[in-house]
Structure formats: structure tokens, C-alpha cells
DNA sequence: GACCAGGTCCTTG
DNA sequence: CAAGGACATGGT
């Protein structure tokens, strides 16, 4: 089987398993911080923070500019790497404003240059890009994540890591909530059995038939 | 106590 | 280019 059917039939049985769900809410601004948060982290982790952050008017991109980082670094410290983290909100957050003015005037510019401009940040790479397109902008750019690649190996895909984005791209029809739905399902389902260990349960792996 | 989490960057070979 | 380490806290 090719690898577009295999990922069709991922994409598929997912929806029937999970089907509606939601997914990482917030504005632009909340979901560029906890992009950048959530980077090797639990997400309950990254929701404390944010909540601190919410607390200390700290969640946007504008008031991280403003705020010392020392301040940032205590409110973030349950995420773990928070002064990496600090610094890459930082930069992020600097980056937006200089270049393009502030985050609601992101939303006129082209799906390639934001990613582009946001690649170009040290501390943003292709998985927080496009969790930010597609989760704060509302963009059809699919998030490949640890756990797409594994399911994929699973599912016997032969494509490489980096050829899984556009391969799911082709799979998907261009319509933001299924690409968000899509990648929330992935990260669902592979909390579920990977990590569990219950391969023996899980259906990736017999797509064949 | 060991091991991992919704990554990314930097250094080495 | 691939592999290995650093970044750090919190949960199992």
C-alpha cells in the first residue's frame, strides 16, 4: 500500500475512534506562549503556567516585551527548561513586534512567510511554527510531532520524517479544523497505546486488509 | 531512584 | 548529515 493510503486510513480510523474534539483553545497570543511552553513538556504543566501568566498579565505577546524576564522565569518554572524557555519568548516575542508590528497583523501575511519569519526565531522550530500556524492562525500547515512519526513507523509508512508534512497535507482536505483535529487525534491516541505499551490493542499497525 | 514529557540548538565525528 | 548532550521541572 502507499504511503497517502496508509495515512488516509490513519486519518480515518482516528476520526472514527475519537471523532470531535477539542484542542488547544486560546487567542493567537496564548497559543504562540504555550508553543513555545509546551515543548518537551506535559501539557497540564504548560496550562499552570499559562494560568500564572493569565494571573500576572503576562499572556501576550505585547507583555512579554514588557516584562523582565526574571518575572517570566518564575511564573513559567513548572514547564521545566524555563530559562531557555524565557529567552525563546523572548526573542519570539521581539521578532513579531519588529517585524511584523504586533500578532493581529500577522494574520495579513501569507502561510510561507510567517512560517519562514517564525523558522528564523533561535528556539522555534518546524514543530512550534506550525503548531502556531495551525492552532493561532487557523492555517492549514500540519504539526509533525514525535508521536506522527512513530505511528507512522507503525503503520508501516515508508516516507522518512521529513516527508511525513507533506504527505499528511496531501491526505488531509485543506480545512483548519481538520488539521487540527488530525494532530490532536495523533497525540491522543498515542498517549493511549504507545506510551502505554498496548500495541497488541492498537489497529495501526494491521492496516492492510 | 529511574525515566519520560505535544523540541530545539549546539557541538562532534 | 547523524548522533549525543544540554536545557529543568513534575508525574509515574
Known amino acids: 500500500m502507499e504511503d497517502i493510503q496508509r495515512i488516509k486510513r490513519i486519518v480515518s480510523g482516528l476520526y472514527d475512534q475519537y471523532g470531535d474534539i477539542s484542542w488547544w483553545p486560546g487567542d493567537s497570543d496564548e497559543v504562540i506562549i504555550g508553543a ?45 527548561f524555563y530559562r531557555v524557555k524565557t529567552r525563546r519568548l523572548k526573542e519570539l516575542a521581539r521578532f513579531i513586534t519588529e517585524s511584523f508590528g504586533s500578532v493581529s497583523e500577522m494574520s495579513s501575511h501569507e502561510d510561507n512567510d510567517l512560517r519562514k519569519g517564525l523558522l528564523s526565531v533561535n528556539g522555534v522550530g518546524e514543530e512550534t511554527a506550525d503548531s502556531i500556524l495551525c492552532y493561532g492562525f487557523g492555517r492549514c500547515s500540519f504539526v509533525i510531532d514525535a508521536y506522527t512519526e512513530r505511528i507512522c513507523r507503525c503503520a508501516g509508512v515508508k516516507a522518512g520524517k521529513k516527508d511525513l508534512k507533506a504527505l499528511f497535507e496531501a491526505a488531509i482536505p485543506c480545512e483548519n479544523n481538520k488539521y487540527r483535529l488530525v494532530h490532536a487525534h495523533i497525540v491522543e491516541f498515542s498517549k493511549e497505546y504507545c506510551v502505554k505499551k498496548r500495541c497488541e490493542e492498537c489497529w495501526i499497525k494491521n492496516l492492510e486488509e
Do not use: F, M, P, Y
Open 36 to 80: 513555545i511552553l509546551t515543548q518537551q513538556t506535559r501539557w497540564e504543566n504548560v496550562e499552570k503556567a499559562l494560568e500564572i501568566l493569565r494571573k500576572q498579565n503576562i499572556s501576550s505577546v505585547e507583555q512579554i516585551n514588557r516584562t523582565d524576564a526574571g518575572k517570566i522565569e518564575d511564573a513559567i518554572r513548572c514547564t521545566g
